[in-house]
């Protein structure tokens, strides 16, 4: 199956500082990838779609400009988070848009191992 | 608007075997998938189903039904490493997956 790989995988940094999360596809190009957010117990939030050489879509209630992301290749995307603060701590995963899944022409999404951030 | 049911929780014993229900209601329809989540990780890729029936993968299997908008699947023989979040999400007609909350299953020995 499709691979994608998340750096890093834990951080913990002070209010104020900016964290940069990557998302690469190891073994296929990603036109298309998604960068989620899931808080405790709660449900992944689709956060943005990363377009590759293009701008981002974010969804509704979304800050753009705290929510830095760049697709500037194939194979990666980056999240930065610019001046985070403690409720930004979260989980984030990122995912890739694959198609032909199986040999099917299904389109479906690998997921990423995820970031966890602990804004202090 | 888009939306997709399905339980919060759900508890069964190992061996045995736990239906997890998903009703859909999406902008068009492009399939709809399971994936499995383990407290702290990433969701995985469980099943996929586009056409109405069921689909079988060894012990896991998901059935659909596009009329009904309904989904749901089977677990069998559930094993303590099933414990973890089955998350059901429908694809519309922008390709878009639009998830549900996720069902914790919780497996008792």
């Known amino acids: 199956g499709a691979v994608v790989s998340q750096h890093p995988s834990w951080v913990i940094c002070k209010s104020g500082t900016s964290v940069k999360i990557e998302c690469r596809s190891l073994?296929?190009?990603?036109?298309?990838m998604f960068w989620y957010r899931q808080f405790p117990k709660q449900s992944l939030m689709l956060m943005a779609t990363?377009?590759?050489?293009?701008?981002?879509?974010?969804e509704q209630g979304v800050e753009k400009d705290k929510f830095l992301i760049n697709h500037a290749s194939l194979t990666l995307s980056t999240l930065t988070v610019t001046s985070a603060h403690p409720e930004d701590s979260s989980f984030y995963i990122c995912?890739?848009?694959?198609?032909?899944?199986?040999?099917?022409?299904?389109?479906?999404?690998?997921f990423g191992p995820g970031t966890r951030l602990l804004v202090l | 608007g888009q939306n997709i049911d399905q339980p919060t929780e759900m508890t069964a014993t190992e061996g045995a075997i736990v239906q997890i229900n998903c009703t859909y209601q999406?902008?068009?329809?492009?399939?709809l998938f399971w994936y499995q989540q383990h407290a702290g990780e990433a969701p995985t890729f469980l099943s996929y189903?586009?056409l109405d029936g069921l689909e079988e993968k060894g012990r896991f299997s998901s059935f659909l039904s596009r009329s009904k908008g309904y989904s749901y699947l089977l677990l069998k023989e559930l094993q303590m490493k099933d414990s973890a979040s089955y998350l059901c999400?429908?694809?519309?007609?922008?390709?878009?997956?639009?998830w549900g909350a996720g069902t914790k299953l919780i497996i008792k020995p």
């Open positions: 999406t902008s068009g329809f492009n399939g």
């Open positions: 073994d296929f190009q990603a036109t298309t």
């Open positions: 189903n586009v």
């Open positions: 999400a429908a694809m519309d007609s922008n390709y878009q997956l639009i």
């Open positions: 995912s890739a848009r694959v198609l032909g899944l199986a040999g099917t022409g299904v389109e479906t999404q690998y």
């Open positions: 990363s377009n590759e050489g293009s701008k981002a879509t974010y």
